[in-house]
Nanobody
Framework: VQLQASGGGLVQAGDSLRLSCTASGRTFSRYNMGWFRQAPGKEREFVATIRESGVNTYYADSVKGRFTISRDNAKNTVYLQMNSLKPEDTAVYYC?????????????????????WGQGTLVTVSS
């Protein structure tokens, strides 16, 4: 599957932004999806994950209550709604897909458990 992330941009602290990740192929509904981010000079960091059915979600503590992950399987798209953005949210955001049986949100917080990655979209939050 190929993943295309979009929606990044330059915003001010406190603003909102919605990222989208669209997948090619007809089996999107079978993929567990995740969002990760990587700031300059830092390691890749888990943000959020959603089960293939959309029933289960799991978030990093740093974004819990501010970010919401969702998906529309009819549109082959997963979203990341980001509210109350902070300068420390500045990073390249990547979407990822795993085609396998769902284990747990914590399992999908590990980037090694994904099979496919998008190219990333840059989010810059100014103070």
């Amino acid at each position: 599957v190929q993943l295309q992330a979009s929606g990044g941009g330059l915003v001010q602290a406190g603003d909102s932004l919605r990222l989208s990740c669209t997948a090619s192929g007809r089996t999107f509904s079978r993929y567990n999806m995740g969002w990760f981010r990587q700031a300059p000079g830092k390691e890749r960091e888990f943000v959020a994950t959603i089960r293939e059915s959309g029933v289960n979600t799991y978030y990093a503590d740093s974004v819990k209550g501010r970010f919401t992950i969702s998906r529309d399987n009819a549109k082959n798209t997963v979203y990341l709604q980001m509210n109350s953005l902070k300068p420390e949210d500045t990073a390249v955001y990547y979407c990822a897909a795993d085609e396998g049986s769902y284990y747990s949100g914590r399992y999908y917080a590990n980037h090694h458990h994904y099979d496919y990655w998008g190219q990333g979209t840059l989010v810059t939050v100014s103070s």
